[in-house]
């Protein structure tokens, strides 16, 4: 019997290696890994093997297996008190080394050396190295879905109608078939107006007819239902593999959003499934406070078993917003001021400066807002005039108006300017009190469209960046943390160096923050969008696709965004649903907020980059959400 | 002709700047009576289709003008495009 203090060293190392140590040259454990690289690496495979061996197998890459069972030679991740000190004793005992942080180092570890390597002074813990693919995507492993290889959750979506508004999707893709049959029972394509039919599905005249160029949308269904074929080993499967799909090819105008969402959400009740729509697109048009005319639209189609689920955006590192607190005036009005630069851009052939400020104050704020030119000029925005200055270098026109269901004061300015630098810069918005004291609240919000069209250079807040529609009310709204660095890349050498600056597990940088405008705490919930690996469309160019993102040797591709974030979450809805057919969308955000993992980057209560915390797939379809939130 | 006109009458910023006349027309009440829905066409409004409280349709501008006077109407959005977050 072992005593305590032979045990003590070994608890220094992996409970794999402790295996190894114990079991060295037994064939029937090495027979099992022989048996494991020929069976794929399924996890259905795994479930064959004894107890106790699954959770540890699954985690060994082949390499290991070997170095474990078969051969002398182990390699073995060390995290130490410095990897300089543990490099020098390693060296010493013939062991040669590779740092990989300030306190950790990768080795080959002969079995024999093992122990004596895990009694090292400076030595906190020796781990086996372990598979990171194929069995699961790191995002898999991130939520909770996927722990040594083996999907944690009973449900998969099956039953459950996944709806897509986004590129097109590429249906030929073999994660969107099932024995050669389509998963997408319904594909809209807005551009032409066509409903293709199953049989037009079927044969592929859907993909020749509407072809996922860009690859967004066929990246963003596979994500939330792919099935992971064609990825080996079912590696890359989405989060809910058994739903159907339903997509719409859009022109991302608003009007057709709405019009595809009620689509969708059709084809659900037609076929009796719940629905939940995944909405990977956003915009800075809006109140950002759920008022705009598509939010509202989106509200009144959700309910029990009708939910939507929005990227919250990947303006995160942006100077799109502005907030502008003007002071009480006492004798003379309060005043506050905002610069901003316009960029030249290239619209067609024609170079241009084009900018679209849309500014919002509460209703009760009686101010004057004005635009100041270059020249100095200043072009006041009255309510209900349409303002239009033509100049020789620029034309500004503008309107002030009230929001349509909030009646707040909203100020909309379009700039167009000669691209010389004299006129992209040097441009102001000026809020100030009507009259001394006319201003209770005091706060005007300014939004510029979009990234390309210029941006504020004063009065910038990285704050209030969740896009429209994501500030819907009902909406879900997803931020993203990173979860993958590196992949086998189809061009290694162009695979940027700055992808090992992503620090994983904390929230990505172009994740954009809340709250929205009327205090929603928006984003909800965070999930893994930076970088996903899922089906890349067989029509994408490289012109959006760039080949250093995609995967060598397999029809899928890293993405990273929002847009990536929030089909993870719509997936575990369908996981929701599947269990809960009429829960709603209040329902669904309770669960999901009760559930979230919260650790040393998220903090422990809602903040405006993460929402509430990360998504913890286990804990969702395990956690009772207790009283509403 | 000045500079910032030669921009303005090429036809890419003509094709990007184009009066747009796709609108969403929000309702006081959901899916809206035939009479309100006769009277916005007879303002002007092209219908394409209602969505929940919403009515989606193309209208001059002069058009909007009168349909946002409308007792039913609680206001009009121009559609406009949004962006993927990829």
Redesign the interface.
């Known amino acids: 019997m072992s005593t305590m203090a032979e045990d003590r060293p070994l608890r220094k190392l992996d409970p794999l290696l402790r295996l190894a140590v114990a079991q060295a040259g037994n064939e029937k454990v090495a027979d099992l890994f022989k048996f494991q690289e020929s069976a794929g690496l399924a996890p259905t495979n795994l479930r064959d093997m004894p107890i106790g061996l699954q959770s540890l197998t699954a985690r060994l890459s082949p390499q290991s297996a070997r170095g474990v069972f078969e051969t002398d030679a182990v390699p073995v991740l060390i995290e130490a008190t410095s990897s300089k000190a543990i490099a020098a004793s390693l060296k010493e005992l013939g062991i040669r080394s590779e740092d990989i942080s300030p306190s950790a180092v990768t080795a080959m570890v002969p079995r024999s050396s093992l122990e004596k390597v895990s009694n090292l002074k400076e030595v906190h813990f020796v781990e086996a190295s372990t598979r990171l693919q194929p069995h699961c995507d790191l995002a898999h492993v991130a939520s909770g879905l996927v722990r040594n290889g083996v999907r944690q959750v009973r449900e998969t979506g099956k039953g459950v109608l996944v709806g897509v508004i986004?590129?097109g999707i590429d249906t030929l893709h073999p994660a969107f078939r099932v024995n050669g049959n389509p998963r997408v029972v319904d594909y809209l394509d807005q551009h032409g107006g066509t409903l293709f039919s199953a049989a037009q599905i079927q044969d592929g005249t859907a993909a020749n007819v509407a072809p996922d160029k860009?690859g967004?949308g066929t990246?963003?269904a596979g994500i939330a239902a792919g099935n992971g074929d064609g990825s080996g080993s079912l590696a890359f499967a989405g989060t809910a593999p058994e739903a159907d799909l339903a997509v719409v090819r859009t022109?991302?105008?608003?009007?057709?959003?709405?019009?595809g969402?009620?689509h969708i959400f059709e084809v659900a009740a037609a076929r009796q499934q719940p629905c939940v729509v995944n909405l990977?697109?956003?915009?800075h048009?809006g109140g950002h406070d759920g008022t705009?005319?598509?939010e509202?639209?989106i509200d009144?189609?959700s309910g029990p078993g009708r939910i939507v689920v929005a990227?919250?955006?990947?303006d995160g590192s942006s100077q799109l917003h502005a907030e502008l607190d003007i002071p009480k005036g006492a004798g003379t009005p309060g005043r506050a001021v905002a610069d901003f630069r316009v960029v030249s851009r290239r619209?067609?052939?024609?170079l241009?400066g084009?900018l679209d400020l849309q500014l919002w104050c509460q209703r009760e704020d009686q101010l004057k807002v004005s635009v100041r030119c270059p020249s100095g000029e200043v072009i006041v925005l009255n309510e209900g005039e349409q303002v239009n200055a033509?100049?020789?270098?620029?034309?500004v026109s503008g309107v002030h108006s009230r929001?349509?269901?909030n009646d707040d004061h909203v100020y909309t300015v379009r700039v167009?300017?000669?691209p010389e630098e004299t006129w992209l810069s040097g441009w102001s918005v000026i809020a100030e009190e009507a009259a001394p004291g006319s201003a209770p609240v005091g706060k005007l919000h300014g939004w510029i469209l979009?990234r390309d069209m210029g941006n504020f250079v004063s009065g910038h807040t990285r704050t209030h960046l969740v896009?429209?529609?994501g500030t819907a009310y009902s909406a879900i709204c997803v931020g993203s943390f990173a979860s993958r660095r590196e992949w086998e890349s189809e061009d290694d050498n162009a695979v940027p160096t700055a992808l090992g600056g992503i620090r994983l597990g904390d929230v990505s940088y172009f994740s954009s923050p809340g709250p929205a405008r009327d205090g929603n705490t928006k984003p909800e919930i965070s999930a893994p969008g930076q970088y996903l690996i899922a089906p890349l469309s067989g029509e994408a160019t490289p012109d959006h696709v760039p080949h250093w993102l995609r995967v060598k040797g397999l029809q899928y591709t890293a993405?990273?965004?929002?847009?990536?974030a929030?089909p993870y979450v719509s997936g575990a809805v369908a996981l929701l649903l599947e269990r809960f057919p009429d829960m709603d969308w209040a329902e669904a955000k309770r669960r999901l907020i009760r559930s979230v993992a919260q650790n040393g980057f998220t903090g422990s209560c809602w903040n405006l980059r993460w929402g509430f915390g990360v998504l913890d797939l286990p804990r969702l379809l395990a956690v009772d959400p207790g009283p509403s939130v | 002709m000045?500079?910032?006109e030669k921009?303005?009458n090429?036809?890419?910023?003509a094709?990007?700047?184009r009066p747009q006349t796709?609108?969403?027309?929000?309702l006081r009440s959901?899916g809206g009576s035939r009479s309100t829905l006769a009277r916005l066409e007879k303002l002007g409004l092209s219908i394409?289709?209602v969505?929940?409280?919403?009515v989606?349709g193309d209208a001059s501008a002069q058009a909007v003008t009168a349909i946002r006077q409308d007792p039913d109407v609680?206001?009009?959005?121009y559609?406009?495009?949004?962006?993927?977050?990829?």
Request: with cysteine; proline share 3%; aromatic share 4%.
């Open positions: 986004d590129t860009e967004h990246h963003v022109t991302f105008d608003t009007a057709d959003i709405a019009r969402i009620k990977s697109l956003g915009g048009f705009t005319i598509l509202r639209t009144q189609l990227s919250a955006g990947n619209i067609g052939t024609t241009v084009l033509d100049r020789n270098s620029f034309r929001g349509v269901y167009v300017c000669i979009m896009a429209m529609p993405m990273q965004g929002t847009s990536m929030a | 000045t500079d910032l921009i303005l090429s036809p890419d910023l094709r990007e700047m796709r609108v969403m027309v929000a959901s394409v289709e969505v929940a409280g919403t989606i609680a206001g009009v959005e559609s406009h495009p949004l962006g993927k977050h990829a």
